[in-house]
């Protein structure tokens, strides 16, 4: 929707005083998913002017890995997006395992899938939740995600310890095996989880209110996806297949049979976000039978010492993480602590092309497309 | 082709289900895990309700018992705490933590631990409940498996400086109350720290042995020599 | 001023001041009770009898919430205009409340009236109603625009554009009945209707009660229509800077003015106080009247737990370039299957008129849908193995 | 891939220099812009990392060969600079990465901005602006993107000190922080 702003110039010559409605929504607004600010100008309810500002949640994630060894960051790292603590992990075990050459035993990898997948699940069930929260739903979805997510994380906390902060992963493989019975009550949660999903779908995804708020709202084309470099969900919406579990076929993706769902590249609205969300799901819970029934028994974690001195290199690792590329960059200088640790943050990234996609929309469409971008801004500020 | 509206029609039926099942099934509320310390009829009413004593957790009401973790604690083997101390003080965790709460001072005179070796002990262990991340890095670097991680949450207290430093003999919990929160995982450390005592020893003795081997080797060596001298002679 | 009219007087209107609200205590109990099981959680349920443990499932809720609104402080923004974001949440209540009085509500005790038993016997009750209720707009946007805030300007603006928009599609879907009844009275439109004789069980009087329902959610700034309080986008609307017993008073001004209009739906299209056993018990006429109201804002709740709020635009399209349109061709059928029931009474023609009604309703609906709306429907999407 | 990419680069771009432990390509300078575009049209049309590392100055002892076919440990002194460097990607063919980077000194670092070439730099190249204090030229909005636009100083180069005056909340933490500074612990 696209409205022409009136020419202001003519009307002040014909003596009519006007002026755009400037706000600042956020760093205290219920749809700016955290302490997240849009400076908005608005020409009656279209958005003419819109500048995100960031860094209310900065605290230097990157300087203080700096000044502590290589393990020691490993909880730091949960904190980044406090949704997905466990793929964040793993992205960091997977740079540092460039540097330091060990194998990850078996076992471990079929976990570190399945502890991912269930991520994803958590990510995109709740993310959905929010974003027709963002819609103005009363949160019913989100309760009903909420539910799913709680189930989740009881099998996080039953592994791992923690439900959000799981600090799960370590070079080499994973701190401990997971209990007894934990398995089971996996494969009965992901047995259980399609039909969550098909209910799920029968609520929103027929919806005409929303079909009418979301198609046609936030376009992005596949050209600027790429060159903003969009990743995740949010650039498979726009057209582009290209998943990093494909891709790059890091730990053992390379195993299991699974697509990957995508759009022609048409409109890459964000109903086309929205969607591929709910597709990728059901997707995951494929990769998640799989893996299920594959695992073999064995050890957990290869030979590592906690503290360890690389040899001095530089090593890019990345992963598919629900939100989109998640790298880390780590350059090692033959001490215990890394010399540069950096973390690539998607929902930074992604939030290039926020100004772009809301200019000439509604402000109820900026809140959405803000929604359907999914931040976390543990990991946008950093 | 559809009725019109009909999506709001389809959502709205999955609404009414849920409304409906609500009261039929409990499976559709949110489950979260019961922490529940104490049976529901005997809820808290004021602060000193709550319970601080490690025998109140009925660890068998909590679906967590394997690896939850929320603050540290320090282990010490059958026996008076103090004198069955595994931490020797040697500040590693305090180097690890990430958020530097940890605060050792190493006694200055050895004192027998449970093995009956001469070892320094902690004088000062300090962790700071207002900064720990209950990351269990302190559990992982530690070489002497004398820090791991308690469940008990109950840590409020309404002094904010002197209360949220949990000193060292708050911290001490026998392995016994480990076993019983954390089963798996204690048995396996156990088993590890036999393990390992057990390869030790066997290393000491094969050591021994060799000393013993090399020594009669020698012994013989020295004899041979004599004997060859002797024969030069 | 005799001592009998004043009797009169306070045996009319005390009831409803009292009923009412208290009605209002428990449909937000109701409608949070209901919104939590629909979201499979229980709601309230510890409040009940003070100082004890018994929970009652929470009835006891209400009245702590209207304790603590009574006690809280009650912020006014330095930059408000303080007489206007004083005057606003009274003006939103009193129209909401003088509505109430044209219900034709038979309490039993109104034979002890000396004269009508209505508080408010009016020939041109439809119209005073819609009159009336038009005024809640302008507390609205006056809380708007005293609060000095620019959500709450946003959320007044709003208000304004919807609930004058629907108000058209409001009457006009009432001028059906209107027709029909020959009578602006609200007593003789609900007299009318007596012996199951319902309007909304003839086609035109089914279109028209639709319209009505979806345009009172709007005009009631019910989802999926609360743009003005749109919580995700413009905090909470007009009454973002309210708090206290202000922001109380807006609240019951709101439940108060989903009553009045529920009233009138039942009034115009549910038969009033129209039941069964009614020859037995004629006082529950009054009992079917608010079970009557209690049903339509179930609908209402439901709706609120379902639905996401549609767009300012939107919205707007839909108010002018579906409802108006479709309430006028309403209109049209409504003569139209009068004059051939009169003209040829028996079933063969009942069933004529409700065939071309419903499917005249139908196509007209259908092709306005496609105009209006864009082309909004599920797509397909691709794979990559 | 990537390994036999930066052959062709460095084919076209003579100037550019490889740099073989890092496994990445200087660029030179002068026409960053320009190898950029050239990249960006030979596929790799997607810039995943942009960020800068801080070398200080440091006292470096490498071994080297004499005239006289001996060899001796020299000390030298090796600048301080800052590197910027991009990963880049190709979406379209799959292939990555290919490291970039774009050195400089640390006072008054200047580098170009690619962020005409990939939008994706934009924001990145942003907070390497504010935690670095690398000027980009060209970037069309060049601002502090994570700290406040009164904060002075650039807090991820590594002889950054904290203001004395830095906020502080006293806990119960307060004493093992100090001791934590008085280099009792070596962390």
Known sequence: MTTAAPNYELLQQEGLETSLLEISMGPHHPSTHGVFRMDVKLDGETVVELRPVFGYLHRNHEKLAENMTYLSSMPFTDRLDYFNSMTNNWAYALAAEKLIEVEVPERAEYLRVIMAELTRLVNHVTLVGFFVNDLGALGTPLMYAFRERE??????E????????????????LRNDVPEGWLDRTRELVDRFPAFLDEYEQLLCENEIILSRTQGVGNLSRELAVNAGITGPMLRASGVNYDLRKVDAYGIYDRFKFRVPYTDGDTGDCYDRFMIRMLEMRESVAILKQALADIPEGDIIG????VFKPKPAEAYGRIEGPKGELGFYLIADGTTKPYRYRVRPPSLINLTVLRDMCLGGKIADACIILGSIDIVLGEVDR | MSILGGGIFKGMAVTLRNFVGSYFSKERFITTNEYSWRPESELPQSIGDYPKEEGEQLSDTTTVNHYSRNFPMLLHDTGEPMDTIRCVACQICERECPPQCIYIEKSTEKKENADGKPQFYPAKFDIDVSVCMSCQICVEVCPFDAIVMNSQFELSTPDRFGGLLVRRDDLLKSNDYYHKIHPQEAATRDERMAADKAAKEAKKKAAAEKAKAAAEA???????????????E | MSLELIKDILLATVPLLVIFPSLFAFTTWMERKALARIQNRIGPNKIGIPCTRIGLFGLGQPAADGIKMIFKEDIVPRGADKLFHLLAPILALIPAMLILCFLPLEFPWGKFMSGQVQAFLLDSAVIFFFAISGLATLAIFMAGWASRNKYSLLGGMRAVAQMVSYEIPLVLSAVVVVMMAGSLNAKEIADVQTGFNWFVLTPWGLAAFIVFFVAALAETNRSPFDLPEA????????????SGFKFALFFLGEYIAMFAISGLAVTLFLGAGDGPFLAVAPWLSVVWFIAKIFGLIAVMIWLRGTLPRLRVDQLMAFAWKFLLPLSIFN?????????????????TAQVVTWTVSLVGMYVMAKGLDKISRSTAKPREYLYAE | MSELFHESLLNEFPEALWDEAAGAVILPGANALAIAEWLLASGWDYCSNVTGVDYLEAEVKEKITNDAGETETVTRTEPGRIDVVYHLYSMANKTGPLIIKQRTGREGATVKSLTPVWRSCDLQEREVYDLFGVDFKGHPDQRRILMWDEFEGHPMRRDYIEPFDYEWEPTAHTEILEKHQRGKVIV
Do not use: W
């Open chain 3, 331 to 347: 209109i049209l059928l409504a003569g139209m299957s009068h004059h051939v029931t009169v003209a040829y009474p028996g079933t």
């Open chain 1, 158 to 173: 039953q592994a791992s310890g923690a439900r959000m902060m799981c600090n799960y992963f370590r070079f080499g493989g």
């Open chain 3, 231 to 242: 919580e995700s986008e413009i905090i909470a609307g007009y009454f973002t800077e309210y």
């Open chain 1, 151 to 156: 189930k989740i994380l009881d099998l996080f």
């Open chain 1, 303 to 306: 030979k590592v010492s906690k």
């Open chain 2, 218 to 232: 020698k012994a013989a060596a020295a004899e041979a020599a004599n004997e060859s001298k002797e024969d030069t």
